[in-house]
Nanobody, 112 residues
Framework: VQLVESGGGLVQPGGSLRLSCAASGYDLRFYNMRWYRQPPGKQRELVALLNSDGRRSVVDSVKGRFTISRDDVKNTVVLQMYGLRPEDTAVYYC???????WGQGTQVTVSS
């Protein structure tokens, strides 16, 4: 049972990235999932949530720019990010609430 994030990288301000969180060993449709991020020198913070009942939301700082979705065929949770800003620079982590399961994180750097 594990989570593996991918899709991070270096992008210019205003650019886009698509982060994926692939689950193995369980069907993530039945679990509440979260994306967190940890900016340099700061605490980890919640970015987006997607519950098993379909309810989803993102925090105010990324509203209108980030969306969270699920690909049931690939058993993956996706964080689509548009209009990236330097303050979005962070390590992004996927989390399954039940059992507090975490991935290894993927680095997102927004810089010109």
């Amino acid at each position: 049972v594990q989570l593996v994030e991918s899709g991070g990288g270096l992008v210019q301000p205003g650019g886009s990235l698509r982060l994926s969180c692939a689950a193995s060993g369980y069907d993530l449709r039945f679990y509440n999932m979260r994306w967190y991020r940890q900016p340099p020198g700061k605490q980890r913070e919640l970015v987006a949530l997607l519950n098993s009942d379909g309810r989803r939301s993102v925090v105010d700082s990324v509203k209108g720019r980030f969306t969270i979705s699920r690909d049931d065929v690939k058993n993956t949770v996706v964080l689509q990010m548009y209009g990236l800003r330097p303050e979005d620079t962070a390590v992004y982590y996927c989390n399954r609430v039940t059992g507090d399961l975490w991935g290894q994180g993927t680095q997102v750097t927004v810089s010109s």
